[in-house]
């Protein structure tokens, strides 16, 4: 099972849409799952960004392939309560299966 997200933004950049590829990274397993998707969709380590989260900016044509490689698709706002929540210490699945 993927423990890899890709959140719905919409980024200007370079006239693209940009969007977040991104793990909660519980293990440094998942870390490294990151980089395999990433590599399975074209990007290079040095694209990986660690400020504020570990993550990649992809298109949203890539966030497209990235589903489809199993990327679990979420809202902005659900992925930044992602993130808050495993940076707070809480159980991070709670979340994503609908439970507040």
Known sequence: MSSIYVDDAKNEFRNMKMCHLFPIPTHSHQIMELH?????LGLRIEDFQQHHY????ISQSLRKKAIELGAKS???????KLRRNFKQGKEWWWTINGNN
């Open 36 to 40: 395999g998707m990433a590599a399975m």
């Open 74 to 80: 979420v809202t902005v706002k659900d992925g930044a």
């Open 54 to 57: 570990p993550h990649y900016d």
